[in-house]
């Protein structure tokens, strides 16, 4: 009997040379010297759909392949990737410190990279800072919907984004999403 078990992270693919198939438990017959191979891969599924690969969350990171939230501070972990933070520590009283204080906030922008509970920023492998910030319109306080960003006009460093007077966009707010549902700052 033979049985390939994978290492954290990767998955088993198949058996090679006296014994073939994809069946991870195996009855191998020894009448004569067999030669068998087991090959595995990386685990590149991403079940929480939060960005990062299981490999990478099980091996590289240390956390939760089935939670986009693993340390639960509202903040989705591929988000917290890249910036100051860390998808393995709560960052609550971090994000409570910059929301309070946000001359801290920009400072640590200006230097690397920050999030707050309604903006996450960001920077690419060039250096350029990405921002991520989702604004939400409603006319009744009760029954909030995304607002299309996709009118937004960029000239230079800014961004402008014009809201017509309407009756569904009477109140905005920014929020972001997180795993329990959606966190609101109004």
């Keep these: 009997h033979v049985e390939a078990i994978p290492s954290l992270g990767f998955l088993f693919d198949n058996w090679m040379g006296d014994l073939s198939g994809v069946v991870t438990s195996e009855e191998l017959f020894m009448i004569s010297d067999k030669s068998i191979t087991a090959n595995f891969s990386m685990d590149l599924s991403d079940n929480d759909s939060d960005g990062i690969s299981a490999f ?41 410190l910059l929301a309070a204080n946000p001359e801290l906030y920009l400072d640590l922008v200006s230097n690397s990279e920050a999030v ?12 350029d800072f990405i921002i991520k910030v989702r604004i939400e319109a409603t006319e009744n306080l009760k029954d909030w919907e995304s607002l299309d ?24 707010r920014t929020a972001e999403e997180t795993a329990e549902g959606v966190k609101r700052r109004i």
């Design 56 to 96: 990478d969350e099980l091996v590289v990171y240390g956390i939760n392949p089935e939670s986009d939230d693993s340390d639960r501070d509202n903040l989705k972990d591929g988000d917290e990737i890249g910036t100051i933070f860390d998808p393995a520590i709560d960052d609550t009283p971090t994000l409570q």
């Design 149 to 172: 960003l996709s009118g937004a006009v960029i000239e230079g460093d800014t961004m402008t984004l014009i809201v017509p007077v309407s009756e569904t966009a009477t109140f905005l």
């Design 116 to 127: 707050v509970p309604e903006i996450v920023i960001t920077k690419s492998e060039s250096g």
